[in-house]
């Protein structure tokens, strides 16, 4: 079984090795439209000072076939990640959230809870699903180091991700309903975030 793959016991493949070649290699990037030029022809890669004049240079509504391909506006939505569509309303909500929780307002704050609620504390995670629930724990939910964090948050320095719009080192995560009109509000509370 000379010349066999020791696996599938295939005969295996002999004579001349076959190797992409450094000319092959540039053949094919040159065809997928990945390499840039040489000497003085530089419409395959203009530089950022050539694109601008030459899509300023274009028509409007046109575009100069050698301007690349314009990208789309940046969005003034901070919270756009986390799924949250309206940034007006999202700060709306965080500065009532703010102003229920340092004022002890459970009610208030209960408004602004996306049931259920996971709070974590101590490693395990429970759902308060009602806010019968959230209001007769609302001051173990929401202890001083939470409330803390809450207070000393600045709106521009407010963490986002898909998972939500995060709150100091944790302690608080907002969140967006998918359903329409959106809704806004807490849903996670992490107790021991903060804690020394």
Known sequence: MKNRHPM???PLRTGRPRVLTAAAAAALLLLAGCGTGSGSDTSASPSPSASASASSAAPSGEASPSAPASTPPASNNPYETAGVED???????????????????????AEYILFPLAVNHDGESVQVKTKEAFIKQCADIFTDNVKQALASQKKEDLFVNFKGVMVGDGAIWFGATADQPQRLGVIAVNVDAGKS
Not at 91 to 107: K, L, S, T
């Open 8 to 10: 599938t016991k295939k």
């Open 87 to 109: 940034p007006a309303a999202f700060d709306r909500m965080f500065a009532d959230v703010q102003a229920a929780v340092a004022a002890d307002d459970a009610e208030k704050v």
